[in-house]
């Protein structure tokens, strides 16, 4: 390994993982900037998840961000469909967050459905929610979702998604 | 730039750069406007595509990019190239990305002067080079090897400096014309960036403009950013401001530029707004390349 090499792969591991092995190769370059570009990075995984999961965002409200900074720090996807392996991700880590109502990771997991086929290049699949979750949920907060079983739809079309609830 | 290589580009008739068309004014392509975007065809010129967004695309996918082509010329913009990674290059995003430039046929195409992957890692974000020779060698034996496969003319984005090397052998504008020149690559200059840089970094971007290789400016991008406390950050996600238009119609002035494309990622408008700013942008450019 070549010294820009391994200057880049101390750089790469300080941006996405916020420490790297060598630190004595960053030595010169200012670790606001390091901070900086880290922040920058988080931002735009933060944007984009947010525009796939944009019931589960609006339902976490001001949880979204601390959430998703904990998710950041331990997660991190690879390629060009990271996007969408990102969010599945988030909707996934959401299970074991702790402090949410048990029905807001269950949105998550609805809302993700779509990414999921989209990933595993299939068309269709039957999913099972244990939670009544409304599409616009997280617009009506005195309606909170009660613990009914039902059975949904998730399919898609070329770039078209769909979830329609069966029973 | 060299008076000599000056004179390759613009005496050469055979130079891939003086057979480049014009382009117009156009629209970096988001799924939120696939339907729309047919409809304002006489205000969009031609769209930038995401390559990443298109491969392996297949059954109502690669129709609708079928579609597409046949209505706009499409450039693919790739992001995940990582040309100056140390390490090569990513021989599976190349090879994607062949076969919709085989697709798509475009006059050129375009990537960055950066590194998204090292060690094992994928940053997800275009990261600055070091200004050194080691970076110039590393760009030059990635993009030669992504020339010969891909056999189309390559243009090469400035991006955000938001990391600065210690002991760099060459400042910003001295490394920008070394890689274009040694790799014989057109320039897709990002306004924006060059803006926020300028602040970010305390120089004159008039300055900086000069000391380019003008007749290798083939496309320009232009877009908002958002401030971050005391930094410029390029989000792209806000209208353009007023001091990236007038960057904007110097480089016009000074350069045979072949395309402007508006590249608005983030907190997407309708796409009435995005119009209204390709309005503006043709303004500048019928004043300064007539119409397209």
Not at chain 1, 105 to 132: K, S
Not at chain 1, 134 to 143: G, K, L, N
Request: with cysteine; glycine share 6%; net charge negative.
């Amino acid at each position: 390994m070549g010294p820009l090499e391994d200057l880049q792969r101390a750089v790469a591991q300080a941006l996405v993982q916020g420490q790297a092995e060598n630190r004595e190769l960053l030595a010169g370059i200012s670790a606001d900037e390091l901070r900086g570009a880290r922040e920058t990075l988080f931002r735009k995984r933060r944007s984009q998840t947010r525009q796939l999961l944009p019931r589960t965002q609006a339902a976490l409200g001001e949880l979204y961000t601390p959430l998703f900074r904990r998710y950041f720090a331990e997660q991190q996807y690879s390629g060009y469909r990271a996007p969408l392996l990102d969010a599945v991700g988030f909707s996934d880590w959401l299970r074991g967050a702790g402090e949410l109502p048990s029905w807001l990771p269950e949105l998550a997991r609805w809302e993700a459905w779509p990414l999921r086929l989209q990933l595993a290049r299939r068309l269709w699949r039957i999913i099972h929610l244990r939670w009544q979750v409304w599409p616009d949920i997280a617009f009506h907060p005195e309606r909170p979702p009660q613990p009914t079983s039902s059975l949904w739809l998730a399919y898609r079309w070329g770039n078209k998604f769909g979830l329609r609830r069966i029973v | 730039m060299e008076e000599g290589a000056e004179a390759v580009v613009a005496e050469t008739e055979e130079h891939w750069l003086t057979a480049i068309p014009s382009l117009g004014v156009g629209l970096g392509y988001r799924q939120l406007y696939q339907s729309e975007v047919f409809h304002h065809r006489p205000d969009i010129d031609f769209l930038e595509i995401i390559p990443d967004h298109f491969f392996g695309a297949a059954g109502p996918q690669a129709r609708y990019l079928d579609l597409l082509r046949a209505h706009f010329p499409i450039i693919p913009h790739g992001l995940g190239l990582s040309l100056g990674s140390a390490e090569g290059l990513d021989r599976e995003y190349l090879s994607c990305l062949t076969q919709l430039v085989a697709r798509l046929q475009p006059p050129y195409w375009s990537e960055h002067i950066a590194f998204t992957k090292a060690g094992g890692i994928d940053i997800g974000h275009l990261t600055p080079l070091p200004k050194t020779r080691e970076s110039l060698r590393v760009l030059h034996d990635n993009i030669r090897l992504a020339l010969e496969v891909l056999q189309v003319p390559l243009i090469l984005e400035n991006i955000t400096e938001t990391i600065r090397y210690p002991h760099q052998a060459l400042d910003d504008a001295e490394f920008l014309t070394e890689v274009l020149e040694q790799n014989d690559c057109g320039l897709l200059l990002d306004v924006t960036n060059l803006y926020i840089n300028s602040v970010n970094h305390r120089f004159d971007p008039l300055q900086f403009l000069q000391r380019l290789p003008a007749q290798r400016i083939v496309q320009l991008h232009f877009v908002g950013g958002h401030w971050e406390g005391e930094q410029l950050i390029d989000s792209h996600s806000t209208a353009t401001p007023d001091e990236v238009w007038q960057l904007l119609e110097e480089v016009l002035k000074l350069a045979p530029v072949r395309g402007l494309i508006l590249e608005r990622d983030e907190r997407l408008p309708p796409l009435s707004e995005l119009l209204e700013e390709l309005a503006q942008a043709r303004q500048y450019w019928n004043r300064y390349h007539g119409t397209a």
